[in-house]
């Protein structure tokens, strides 16, 4: 049975149940699930933490680890080979190499998509794509929009290794 009672946030009247203390206003509903929420969580509080800890989002190591395997196989997969490399300068990097639009057509992919996962998990077909280092995206990407042409990147891994650049630019 619904009663006349007073909201405890603004004060205005309303009739509830008796378990009510908020009226429907926006800012006393906003009120109470803040306040719910915080309740909720002082209760809870062990065992949120406890889950927290569990979580897959929580533990970065995971989290990158199973972001890599998935690299790595949408990258063998767009390459149909073991090890990826960049199509042209023949990188080998893991952590440098992308997947890139053949037709730079990469905009009329749906919506914010995440193209590793997708291919990875056979949710999207691998023909359109090309593997290529970060670098040498870009500079196909500039390329394209601006027809400079005329450099050359050339990949030397012992220079990955050692404390020089990782990769060399040089015009022709």
């Not at 933490?49 to 998935?70: F, G, I, V």
């Not at 999207?124 to 390329?143: F, H, S, Y």
Request: proline share 3%; glycine share 4%.
């Amino acid at each position: 049975m619904k009663k006349e009672k007073s909201c405890i946030v603004c004060g205005q009247v309303f009739y509830g149940r008796s378990i009510d203390k908020y009226c429907l206003r926006v800012e006393c509903q906003r009120e109470r699930r803040l306040k719910d929420g915080h309740n909720y969580y002082q209760r809870h509080r062990e065992t949120l933490k406890q889950k927290s800890c569990e979580n897959y989002w929580k533990d970065p190591k995971s989290r990158s680890q199973k972001h890599r395997s998935l690299k790595l196989k949408a990258l063998q997969l767009v390459s149909h080979s073991e090890n990826p490399v960049c199509l042209k300068c023949h990188c080998s990097n893991l952590d440098i190499l992308e997947l890139a639009h053949i037709n730079h057509d990469g905009k009329f992919e749906d919506g914010r998509t995440h193209l590793i996962a997708k291919v990875a998990r056979n949710q999207r077909p691998p023909e359109g794509l090309k593997v290529l280092c970060k670098l040498c995206n870009q500079l196909e990407d500039i390329e394209n929009r601006f027809h400079e042409y005329g450099f050359i990147i050339k990949w030397n891994p012992s220079k990955f290794l050692s404390e020089q650049p990782i990769l060399e630019v040089q015009e022709d």
